[in-house]
């Protein structure tokens, strides 16, 4: 094999790694938090169903990528005249799940990794036990072309509050309402989650994990 021919085949490798870890979803606007959106008195109350519902998450580095869910806790909303107005959900940190992994090949480190329950790492990602949970509140919606909505609320995690807007499509079926998000991004440490970020930390060489953090949301909720 030539020199040629060979580094030829090693700049393939390498484009084609950077490509598997890029990551094309679009970040969501972040800006200061904003008061909470109001229904009106004749709305509609809808109780979310956790059990059908979930947080989807990826993280990105130099090496490849690592994903998985995180499940709800309880949320509820109001529906006037079919349109959602307003409403809120908990996000139980307790349950984040990594799904790319097999259990014993690095699963239940990477999960007690990001909650925080190895003893000095608790802060480095999410620190479970002194922030259970996360919350998301409406605080508005427009309607856009296509059937989608651009959703906005604030977004709490780990004490921190910022407002963020990404498109979402509703739907309706009977009592039954579906909110899924096109997936987003997120700056993590704009919420305190800095741990491998080249923003906070030096010589980190590739090493680091990447800032944006993608997001994606299912929810099913019922008329109550």
Not at 44 to 66: I, R
Not at 109 to 130: I, M
Not at 173 to 197: E, L
Request: hydrophobic share 35%.
């Amino acid at each position: 094999m030539t020199k040629k021919i060979l580094n030829t085949l090693l700049l393939c490798i390498v484009i084609l790694s950077l490509t598997a870890c890029k990551n094309d979803a679009k970040e969501a606007n972040t800006s200061d938090a904003e008061a909470a959106a109001v229904s009106e008195s004749t709305s509609e109350k809808y109780t979310v169903n956790v059990a059908e519902s979930s947080v989807n998450w990826k993280g990105f580095k130099p090496t490849g990528t690592h994903e998985g869910h995180i499940t709800l806790e309880n949320g509820v909303f109001q529906i006037n005249d079919g349109k959602l107005q307003s409403g809120t959900f908990l996000i139980d940190m307790n349950s984040i799940t990594v799904t790319d992994l097999e259990a014993g090949d690095g699963k239940e480190d990477l999960e007690a990794h990001l909650k925080g329950t190895v003893e000095g790492k608790e802060d480095h990602f999410f620190d479970v036990k002194k922030f259970p949970t996360a919350a998301f509140e409406i605080t508005g919606t427009e309607s856009l072309a296509a059937g989608k909505t651009r959703l906005s609320g604030n977004l709490s995690i780990k004490g921190q509050k910022h407002n963020i807007t990404f498109p979402v499509t509703i739907t309706n079926s009977g009592d039954d309402m579906k909110i899924v998000s096109d997936p987003f991004t997120i700056d993590r440490t704009k919420w305190n989650v800095n741990y491998g970020s080249k923003s906070i930390f030096d010589n980190l060489g590739d090493r680091f994990i990447n800032d944006d953090m993608e997001i994606s949301i299912q929810i099913v909720a019922k008329k109550s």
